[in-house]
């Protein structure tokens, strides 16, 4: 085995920023650009062209001029173009305005006595060791503000005039025009003493190298031309803007020399200007856009750079990965929550290198030979480092060969761990790692208990798995992003992972006050959670099945959802000593983003503890339902007539005081008809919740237990619907003074503007209905608008904290500097403290 | 590292198993609910909050009932504190009352009286502009004047350090501006003069009188100016504060900044009824408070003021960056995480943090001090 390929024995330790002088240009050119032709008749490059060979080669089978590399290896050769008159870079032009402003018209020194620069250049240095680079920036923009204004040299006494920028790229001094050549003069008398007030250090950046006067030309590895089918060749957009930059620098050096006049060269110049801009940027106000004949943009040297499919964060941060695979997700209650589903197909797809060793010989052997069916083996590496794939022909000499040190692409198998994703990653716990379980489907499984972090639901939702393909990262996966190490949340120390919906339902059920079992069916409801035991008693309570579950030493004590609605002393979750006494076990215990007994367990008894009750509880709820059964009837929707009449009486009372408003209606009349619409809904609440079945109902029984829905779920279903509002107002009348045509005019009653009497059950009339749709529309509207701005707010966020760390004293750093002494002022880690808190 | 137990956990420890009880078992505990260090707090903070805010509504809402004020909150809100805005959209203050004013409505309403800014432009009822006579002629409302209890020499008062002539003619004050050549100067000057304030505290548009659930009076505001209403003497100092955080540092400092942020952020989220934990939002205002000034974490604050050049250059605008760096010969150090992803090395935090080296038959890295080698 090569040890030495997984050492690392050198990094880059820092990366240094500077402007290239020509002089560096010219040395680093492989290649002096002098013809705007790219290819001869026979098609080959022309020398000294813009696909110049000794630039380096897009095309197989040629070989590179200056390294001798063909199209894989040759890295490509920057060339150079001796412009016939320099030129300004768009971008350097603020900077060269601020140079020239602030330095002598005719002797270069910077516009500040010499007493002065002394001290200047003392704080300038201790601000650069002292406060770092910010800092010193800053300085150097104050005294450039103040040189601007220095109207005589102290140096020489000559008067000084502000030069003018006139944007994009032409300085004016007085009336006349200063060409790229004055400046270029006025830039090279600065004295290097003088650059570092602004800054500069004159080894890295003089201020004439911020004139074009030599340009480089990327290589043409940067800007491939491809090959169409019709043999015709199409070049990039930069080869087209370099075609137009030489050939114009052709014609004014050819004009240049025959002594053509004044105004022709201007003109040639400023197109060379032009076309030299428009290669490095194509969005700036006062340019014009350069286009294709198509009237597209051309794509410019910015435009790689820049935005979200740039070079940076596309390219550079935005990494690319193999091993991966995407598939919609299927709920499966039978697998494990810290399991997924793979179907056979991708795991046959997707492998991991397993080293050959003395111990797995024979296993990976087997997997050798049964290469095309599963469990089997894609590819073997040798330890060469030569890939082969494992086919019917290759297969026996492979199977000869293989031995230690041979690394084995084999299929993925039950127990592997993997990483799984659903997008958007708002946060960790979207990518988590979870076992392999391959199974015969098409689609990704996942237990509906671990939905949560990911956001995940099953309505069309696809999500991606990642096959590690190390060791290290085997096990961080298992030991650190492991969905069992991140059942609770750090965001509130809350549990994200647990029980939901039919889970809840079911455990309250097993564990409800008088739930008995025969002995058979207890033996039945833990044989599903692998506990095969034989018991003794002839009849079971839920709660003592439940507490077969529970940790042995486990003391708890706890509040529950259906306690803080009954009231009902037993319904307070108690277990002493593994048992539990009394008490429901419902969404407040072992619900997500609720359940404090998962919380209270993962933080005292770890990780694996609760991720098996999690798995165990959930069983159980599950099988109780199905011995059980529930199931939801229209008429536990049921309230009685007494209710209605009592609603009615509501809405009338509402109607009548509002009218008493519209007598004198008005701003403050309005909001009161607000608050009264409002109080018919709060009124309605209460009439429900007082008539509503408690009993035998199983839709108010999901409503106590917390497994799904609330009283505000049934104010709309079998109350009424109440005020539909657009903008935080009732719907406006608008300009014909009526909502619809089933209004009176510049009628400002409850229903007139928007109040829904009707509920979903019963069903709303015509006009209630697109009342509701006009309103449910602006909440849609809200969200699209919302998820960009929460998402550029949390790019922002990440991207100013992405470096603070906490060290081994507990305090959080940040480079050097030190943000907290004590991270959280206490050091506490939210998710493995009982939230931020020691709770003894 | 020596590990030291806060007091208040011994205490309750010794409460639950006596005085005499093992207090390593404590310590285990502790140790167990400590962060591991290396750990990526920012990037969780960042990440707790941004998830909640996908949660968050967009609309303002108004914030006491019935009442007129409207306060952003929401996303907007949360946006606008992670900016470090100098003008918020709805600054306002909570003013509280000492005893003797608190309890009684009538005091209290005046005292709210004195807080609101009356400016000229408050008792104008119209105004004529003349190049001619290069004069302004505001006539005032005197039933307003009445009301407010001003006097014309009053008015007059606020002309005599201002360089133009002021006179009273009936209702009408006429002001003259020599100096004036254009009616837009003119319009420029009545522009001003409307501005100018004849009592109240610039800013304060508003004071709404409310009562809290023990029968004390304070007064909520529209516009704040802390420091003149700290000045006034019927103010309980040690409770009255603004919701302007760039005005508040400016006043009472940067720490007091750094609470308003944190109660800020954590209200907007408890609004709404999410639940960040606090170490979150106390990271996220430390970071903001860093150097001493409140910097936003947008482009022209924290992020656009990382050490990294390549990390700065990835957020936003990247050839300014990259040009800027050239030209000052910056170096970009590689011990940030966005440099060390580009160029594919690993990361210095988390298990990335640690370092580790093997010699390998005497080969590897044999430096004195092995690790510093990273940093140049």
Redesign the interface.
Known sequence: MK?DSN???S?????????MSPKMIQKMSAVSITSSELYDIDGFPVDGGLSDLRMGVTDPGLTCKTCGNTIRDCPGHFGHLELARPVFNL??VP?VYNLVNSTCNSCGRILISDEHLKKLSEDIISADINE???K??KLIKALIKHAKNVTICPFCRTKQKKVKLEKPYTFIDGDQKLTPIDILNRLEKIKDSDLQFF???P???RPEW?VISILAVPPITIRPSITLENGQRSEDDLTHKLTDIVRTNQRLAENIRSGAPEIIIDELWDLLQYHITTFI?NGSAQVPVARHKSNKKLKTL?DR??GKE????GS??G?RVNYSARSVISPDSFLRFDEVGVPIKIAKEVTYPEYVTDLNIDRLKVLVKNFNSYPGANYVITPDNIKRKITETTVNNILDEIKTGYIVERHIKDGDIILFNRQPS???LSIMGHRVKVLPYKTLGINPASTLPYNADFDGDEMNIHVLQNEEALA?ADM?INIKNNIVS?????PLIGAAQDYVSGCALLTSKDTEFEKESAEFLLSNIGMVTDLKKKKYSGREIFSMILPEDLNFESQSNTYKITKDDDSIVRIKNGKLISGVIDAATIGRESGSLLQFLF?RYGSEVTAKFIDQANKLGLMSLFSMGMSVNIRDFDIPKAAYTEIEKVVNDGEKSVAELLKDYDDIAE??IL?IANRIRIKVRNIIDAYIDKKNNNVESMITTGAKGSITNLIPTIGLVGQQML??VRISNGFSDRLTSHFKKKDNGLIARGFIVSNYRDGLNPVEYFLHAASSREGLM?NV???P???Y??R???????????????S?R??N?I??FK????????S?????D?K? | MKIEIPEKYIVAFKNKYGEDADLSELEKIYVRSLVTPGEAVGVIAAQSIGEASTQLTLRTKHAAGLSVINTTTGLPRLVEIFDAKKDISTPFMDIYLKQEYSKSKQKASEVANKIIEIKIGDITSSYTVSLRKKSIEFVLDKEMLKEYGFTMKDVMGKFSNMKVSASIDGDNLSVIDKSADSVKKLIRLRNKIVEINLSGLTGVSRAILNQDAQGNYWIKTIGTNLAEVLKMDEIDQTNTISNDIIEVSKVLGIEAARNLIIEEVNGTLQNVGLTVDLRHIFLIADAMCLDGTIRGIGRYGLSGEADSVLARASFEVPLKHLIEAGLYHESDPFKYVANNIMSNQVIPIGTGGVELVVKENGKGNSEENPGKDKEQ
């Open positions: 040890l050492f690392v024995f990094k880059i330790a820092a990366l240094e920023f500077g402007i971008k350097t900077y770092g680079n910010k010193k920036i800054g500069l250090d080894d890295y950046s911020l940027s910015e750079i820049k740039g070079r940076f964060r550079a941060l990494k708002l946060h960790r961080e650190i750090p965001r509130h120390g809350l933080v909001a009161k608050s903008r935080d809200d608008i919302r998820t701005i929460s998402g707010m949390q922002r966020l990440s991207s100013a904290l992405q470096d603070l760390k906490v060290t081994e004293d507990l959080v940040l480079g500097s943000v907290q991270y959280g002022e206490d050091g506490l880690d939210v493995a403290s009982d939230k931020g020691l003894l």
